[in-house]
């Protein structure tokens, strides 16, 4: 299940993890913004509200978060690196047009895949890449 903002603030003190202004604004905008947002993002919509912001702070804060288990890393590629706060059994379709990460529902633990029998499994992804209805209508 996703946590609300309130388990998540509790659940990192806690882990004693110290929560300022800033990295409860970052804990905040992940919360909101459930498009895999990468740091320059969450840095440039920020800066208005938090012109003391740095990115380094915004990495230091996502790394914390990754520590404590209330975010995941999604590499879809090399070069882009998104935050995902969404822990429920999910896919990804990436639109190749706005470049936009959607999220939507499968059971990845439900699929039935053959020849990894002896393979341990430590991390399931489901991509799809294509372009998002929003795009197809240009
Ligand atoms: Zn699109
Ligand atoms: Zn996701």
Redo the contacts with the bound molecule.
């Keep these: 299940m996703n946590k609300t903002f309130e388990e998540l603030t509790n659940e990192l003190k806690n882990n004693g993890i110290r929560l300022s202004h800033q990295r409860l604004k970052i804990l905040e905008y992940i919360n909101n913004h459930?498009t895999?947002p990468t740091v320059d993002e969450i840095y440039t919509d920020l800066l208005d509200e938090i012109p003391t912001l740095s990115k380094t702070t915004i990495y230091n804060t996502l790394n914390t978060l990754i520590e404590t288990d209330l975010v995941k890393l999604?590499t879809i590629e090399e070069n882009e690196t998104h935050y995902?706060i969404?822990f429920e059994n999910?896919g990804?379709f990436k639109c190749e047009s706005c470049k936009k990460?959607f999220?939507f529902d499968i059971d990845i633990d439900s699929l039935e895949i053959k020849g990894l029998d002896d393979f341990k499994i430590k991390h399931k992804d489901i991509y799809f890449k294509g372009v998002c209805p929003e795009c197809s209508k240009k």
């Design positions: 459930r895999h999604l995902d969404n999910h990804h990460i999220d």
